[in-house]
């Protein structure tokens, strides 16, 4: 993704340059193909820029309204855009020129500070707004950007980056010890603080509001606010949890670079490519996919009913899309102390599951190398929009099954055991309980979260 950063001066000072090119250089991997600067006495804003859609290569941010009443950056991959074209009334003639930015523009012309509501998708944002004299910023719904700030009495500053702000003279480098022993546990960060005392988080969902007087956080979005839909059928309910995952997956294919995905031998990464798949088949594309596969033979490792190597289901699903040309990855030559300095260096912080960033650290390399955009590994959240999950599951995976005449195994299938866990204690099971041809068959139907 590309990058966003300001600071705001509430004391009637300039802002210097200097301190928004500090900021600029922590984060310049983050935006290879462009980057710019805007200061307005007590108010800088930036933006480095990744061309990862075919509308990117015209963004240029950070960049006036076209009312000139505010001032925007943003790092965005809209996924409602024909929705929005509908609501924003767009003329048919710009949409394909129209990009995400011009998009969130439009719609905080429309709405303010509701806006966020209004498309799903990857983004942050930031509006000065020169009549209101307030910076409005936003984080998109389920937090697949980042967003770090930090303030005191008279000063404000913003970045997708906490090495960006720790950049800043004024940001203290004080460690929050109790964020880090969290994280040393595998407490999930749903809060504001980091592990820096003073650098705090805006959680996904949330937006805030930045003044001289004043600084207001809160929540625009709860899950439990989706609405719900009620089906005649357990099938009306499948059909409709496809259409709406198939969409998902579209929605990612839009890349300004060949599209690239990581696949394991789970359903959830399985399903994934095998609907990417099926997308690029029908405009005559392959999809390149990386999978990680052990040096050693796991079977005494992971233990009998289990397997360490996901290689078989892996070809299977490759056979069953026909159009999918898998990358084994081995990362002979990524020590696990590599994969933990290289994904700091990317996320400023330690994360949990240390032992994978290995084989992580290898395929983002060959994507590189490659050329590919790796993006569908996002998360593929419109699938929120399966509403009443909790209470149907059950019953669609029973449809599912249904649908797929599957027979039943006289003995206990194996279970599908993923080697990127620390240790078995603490490893997450997908019941297949199916043979790898019919797992690849049912990888096509559904995800299943791991």
Known sequence: MSAIFGILDMSGADVEPQSLNS???????????RSAIWIDRGIGLGQLLLFNTPEAVREKLPREGSDGSFMLTAEARINNREDLFRELNVDPGERSELTDSQLIERAYLRWGCTCPDHFPGDWSFAIWDRRDQKLFLARDHHGNTSFYYYQDADYFAFASSKAALLALPRVPRRLNELRISQTLVSWSAHGPETEYSGVMRLPPAHAMVVTRDKVDVWRYWYLKETPEVRLKSDDDYVERFLEIYTEAVRFRLRSHFPVAASLSGGLDSGSVCALAARELRAEGQRLAVYSFVPIFDTREV?????????????????????????????????????????????????????????????????????GSWNSLDRSVWECQRFVDWAKGFTRFLRSTARRLYLPRAETQPPTCYCPRMASPSRSRETSAGCTPQQFSTMACLFGHSS
Not at 25 to 32: I, L, R
Not at 320 to 334: L, S, T
Not at 354 to 366: C, D
């Open 302 to 370: 992971v233990g009998p009913g289990r397997f360490g190597d996901e290689s078989a289901y892996i070809s299977v699903t490759s056979r069953q899309a026909g159009n999918i040309d898998v990358n084994y990855i081995e990362a002979r030559d990524v020590t696990p102390l590599d994969g933990v300095h290289e994904m700091l260096a990317a996320h400023d912080a330690a994360g949990h599951a240390a032992v994978n960033y290995f084989w992580i650290a290898e395929i983002l390399q060959s994507c590189t190398a490659t």
């Open 23 to 33: 900021m600029r250089q922590e984060m310049a991997t983050w935006g290879p193909d």
